[in-house]
C-alpha cells in the first residue's frame, strides 16, 4: 500500500479519456453483475482502474487512509469483476462484480439497504403520466 496515488500504468488511451475530480478520482459503483443489485460506491485514480482491469479484483483508492485497497483483502468479501464500463461523460465507471459477502463496511449486503428514504409517489406534476 502506498500513502499517495503510484504513477499509473493504465492504458494511455483509457487515461486520456477519463473526467477526473479535482484530486484526480473517479466515482466507481459496483453492481452484482446478475442481479443488477447495486452494492457500492468507491472511488479510483489510473492506478486503481488499471489494478482492477488487470487483477480481476475491485481496487480503489480509499480517501480517508490515503491508499488503495482491494476489496475483500481484510474482509474476505471479494469482489470477482465481470466488466467495467465508462458512462456516457467518462466520469463515472461501472464495475458489475460477483459479490462474495457483504459489499458494505458494516456487514450488509449493500451499502444502500439501510438508509431508505421515502419519495412521494407522483411529485412531480409536470412529468408524463403512464396512461397516456
Same mark, same amino acid.
Given at each position: 500500500?502506498?500513502?499517495?496515488p503510484a504513477p499509473? $500504468? %493504465?492504458?494511455? =488511451?483509457?487515461?486520456a479519456?477519463?473526467?477526473r /475530480?479535482a484530486?484526480g %478520482? ?7 453483475y446478475?442481479?443488477g443489485e447495486?452494492?457500492?460506491l468507491?472511488?479510483?485514480?489510473? =492506478? ?5 482491469? $488487470? $487483477?480481476?479484483r475491485?481496487?480503489y483508492w /480509499?480517501? /480517508?487512509r490515503r =491508499?488503495?485497497?482491494v476489496?475483500?483483502? $481484510? ?5 470477482w469483476?465481470? /466488466?467495467?464500463?465508462?458512462d ?16 458494505c463496511?458494516t456487514?450488509?449486503r449493500t451499502?444502500?439497504d439501510?438508509?431508505? %428514504?421515502?419519495?412521494v =409517489?407522483?411529485?412531480?406534476?409536470d412529468?408524463?403520466?403512464s396512461a397516456?
Amino acid at each position: 500500500m502506498t500513502s499517495t496515488p503510484a504513477p499509473s $500504468t %493504465l492504458d494511455p =488511451e483509457i487515461a486520456a479519456r477519463l473526467k477526473r /475530480s479535482a484530486d484526480g %478520482l473517479l466515482p466507481a459503483i459496483a453492481q452484482q453483475y446478475d442481479s443488477g443489485e447495486v452494492l457500492m460506491l468507491g472511488w479510483m485514480d489510473d =492506478e486503481a482502474l488499471h489494478r482492477t482491469l $488487470t $487483477t480481476g479484483r475491485c481496487t480503489y483508492w /480509499s480517501r /480517508s487512509r490515503r =491508499e488503495y485497497w482491494v476489496k475483500g483483502d $481484510t474482509s474476505g468479501h471479494f469482489q470477482w469483476v465481470k /466488466s467495467v464500463a465508462l458512462d456516457c461523460d467518462a466520469d463515472t465507471v461501472l464495475v458489475k462484480v460477483d459479490q462474495v459477502g457483504a459489499a458494505c463496511h458494516t456487514g450488509a449486503r449493500t451499502c444502500f439497504d439501510e438508509d431508505v %428514504l421515502k419519495a412521494v =409517489e407522483g411529485a412531480d406534476s409536470d412529468a408524463p403520466s403512464s396512461a397516456q
